[in-house]
């Protein structure tokens, strides 16, 4: 059974402060390329980015923080950039977990880590152990994620469990084997660096999250950027299909 329950079957708790944020992190390249650096400078300069926004959630109240740090298409990528995020994702967890596990924050990783090196997937179990018992800010990493593995994934696990169940399986049912179970569906969704497309993220989960684009690539975006995400968030009608006139009555 999901923990969690879904936007399309009951109305959520909601308030001025998003309890769920996901992000789309864009703009690292173009960051370096403005500035004549080769492009791996401006995902250093991102994951610099990351650090604060972790920060600038743990004391706004936010309780979870995804982040969409590498999709499943991204293979499509020179190799040699591809081996440079491997190589940076696997050093940012040997220097953050221990932070993390100091602020009372929880690391949890979604996606596909078949095609990942050995090391680096002990790295991610190792890092997801040592900070399990946190219960502050949850911050998930999407690394070799992409939104239809993830439902393609959940059907055929929840039909392994349930060989009977056939076509009968609800809503519910499949929630609990997506990837973000333990987590409520985002309330506000933030893609940086001018691009206004969810790129095959959280297909299932974005159904009902107010969607916020910014010009503003990733390596900028600081704490007055989210500040701005933040009040947009609150100046939105969440309505979950009612009416306004029912908001009012409520």
């Given at each position: 059974?999901?923990?969690f329950s879904s936007s399309t079957q009951?109305?959520?708790?909601?308030?001025?402060?998003?309890?769920?944020?996901?992000?789309?992190?864009?703009?690292?390249?173009?960051?370096?390329?403005?500035?004549?650096?080769?492009?791996?400078?401006?995902?250093?300069?991102?994951?610099?980015?990351?650090?604060?926004?972790?920060?600038?959630?743990?004391?706004?109240?936010?309780?979870?923080?995804?982040?969409?740090?590498?999709?499943?298409?991204?293979?499509?990528?020179?190799?040699?950039?591809?081996?440079?995020l491997m190589g940076l994702f696997m050093?940012?967890?040997?220097?953050?977990?221990?932070?993390?596990?100091?602020?009372?924050?929880?690391?949890?990783?979604?996606?596909?880590?078949?095609?990942?090196?050995?090391?680096?997937?002990?790295?991610?179990?190792?890092?997801?152990?040592?900070?399990?018992?946190?219960?502050?800010?949850t911050l998930t990493i999407a690394a070799?994620?992409?939104?239809?593995?993830?439902?393609?994934?959940?059907?055929?696990?929840?039909?392994?469990?349930?060989?009977?169940?056939?076509?009968?399986?609800?809503?519910?049912?499949?929630?609990?084997?997506?990837?973000?179970?333990?987590?409520?569906?985002?309330?506000?969704?933030?893609?940086?660096?001018?691009?206004?497309?969810?790129?095959?993220?959280?297909?299932?989960?974005?159904?009902?999250?107010?969607?916020?684009?910014?010009?503003?690539?990733?390596?900028?975006?600081?704490?007055?950027?989210?500040?701005?995400?933040?009040?947009?968030?609150?100046?939105?009608?969440?309505?979950?299909?009612?009416?306004?006139?029912?908001?009012?009555?409520?």
């Amino acid at each position: 059974m999901a923990l969690f329950s879904s936007s399309t079957q009951t109305i959520p708790v909601t308030g001025d402060i998003p309890q769920h944020i996901a992000v789309i992190m864009d703009g690292n390249g173009r960051w370096a390329k403005k500035r004549f650096l080769p492009r791996v400078a401006g995902h250093k300069r991102g994951v610099e980015i990351v650090r604060e926004v972790v920060r600038l959630c743990a004391n706004s109240g936010v309780k979870y923080l995804t982040l969409f740090a590498f999709s499943s298409e991204n293979w499509r990528r020179p190799a040699d950039e591809v081996s440079f995020l491997m190589g940076l994702f696997m050093e940012a967890l040997q220097q953050e977990v221990g932070k993390l596990a100091e602020n009372n924050i929880r690391l949890r990783m979604i996606g596909d880590c078949s095609r990942f090196e050995p090391a680096l997937v002990a790295k991610i179990a190792e890092a997801e152990t040592q900070t399990a018992g946190n219960d502050g800010l949850t911050l998930t990493i999407a690394a070799n994620y992409g939104g239809r593995w993830d439902i393609m994934q959940a059907v055929k696990r929840l039909l392994a469990d349930n060989p009977a169940i056939t076509d009968s399986f609800t809503e519910e049912d499949l929630s609990a084997y997506l990837s973000m179970h333990y987590a409520p569906e985002p309330d506000l969704f933030i893609r940086t660096g001018g691009e206004q497309r969810i790129s095959n993220f959280l297909l299932w989960q974005l159904a009902y999250s107010e969607l916020y684009f910014t010009d503003t690539l990733w390596p900028d975006f600081d704490e007055a950027e989210f500040k701005r995400a933040i009040e947009s968030y609150q100046q939105r009608e969440r309505r979950f299909g009612r009416t306004s006139e029912q908001l009012i009555a409520d």
